[in-house]
């Protein structure tokens, strides 16, 4: 593996479904990101991690959770989908949250019918 | 909050010439990025840079953080240029510094 890898690279999903989207790296950064990607409005910041065992909210965090039991992992989880979820989804890791350069994964199409 | 506006949002280039790219902000950011999103949606590292200017190959960037404005130059345009290149800063945000707030994107296409 070399730097982020993202799991799957696409789905799609019935409404009212759980799925979760897998992220790795292994550059060993403290810090890792969420983002998704809407046609027209560029990426947005869903969930962070500055360090493993601690979680933030981004911009748009509704509907989705993370976790961050290691440094390599940070899993986001939709526990009831919905169609509004249909986006693609970017993983990213920087150093540490210090303003650090940020890395970006291949990204995850997510469609929600 | 913060606001990053690029411009222009769209620009149609023939192979061979050179374009200069904006990015203006609204407020005092601790990080600067450039990013090119290829056709296939990969999101590719151009340039780090809060300040100053960098240079790598056909690529360079330019930022005045005090006037609130990068600059990304494009010179001898190729085919492989086109895409959607992206402007994001990093914020103080939740207490966490570094996490991005991306401009809409300039969508380049540079013609054979």
């Known amino acids: 593996i070399a730097g982020i890898t993202q799991a799957p690279t696409s789905q799609i999903l019935a409404a009212g479904r759980r799925m979760t989207l897998r992220c790795t790296q292994d550059?060993?950064?403290?810090?890792m990101y969420w983002y998704r990607q809407d046609l027209g409005l560029g990426l947005r910041l869903i969930h962070y991690?500055?360090?493993?065992?601690?979680?933030g909210k981004g911009e748009v965090p509704d509907g989705y959770s993370v976790s961050r039991a290691n440094t390599d992992d940070f899993p986001l989880t939709l526990a009831s989908a919905v169609p509004s979820q249909t986006s693609v989804y970017f993983c990213?890791?920087?150093?540490?949250?210090?303003?650090?350069?940020?890395?970006f994964g291949p990204g995850t199409r997510l469609t929600v019918l | 909050g913060i606001q990053v506006e690029q411009s222009p949002p769209d620009l149609i280039l023939q192979e061979g010439a050179n374009s200069t790219l904006r990015c203006n902000f609204s407020?005092?950011?601790?990080?600067l990025q450039w990013f090119h999103q290829n056709p296939w949606g990969q999101l590719i590292n151009l340039f780090y840079?809060?300040?100053g200017t960098k240079q790598n190959g056909r690529l360079s960037a330019t930022t005045v953080a005090t006037e609130r404005y990068s600059l990304l130059y494009i010179s001898s345009s190729q085919t492989t240029d086109s895409g959607v290149y992206f402007c994001?800063?990093?914020?103080?945000?939740?207490?966490?510094?570094?996490?991005?707030?991306f401009g809409k994107g300039t969508k380049l296409s540079v013609k054979p």
């Open positions: 990213a890791s920087s150093a540490s949250g210090g303003g650090n350069e940020q890395f």
């Open positions: 840079i809060p300040s």
């Open positions: 407020d005092s950011v601790n990080n």
């Open positions: 550059m060993r950064h403290n810090a």
């Open positions: 994001a800063v990093g914020i103080l945000y939740g207490g966490s510094q570094g996490n991005l707030i």
């Open positions: 991690s500055n360090t493993a065992g601690t979680t």
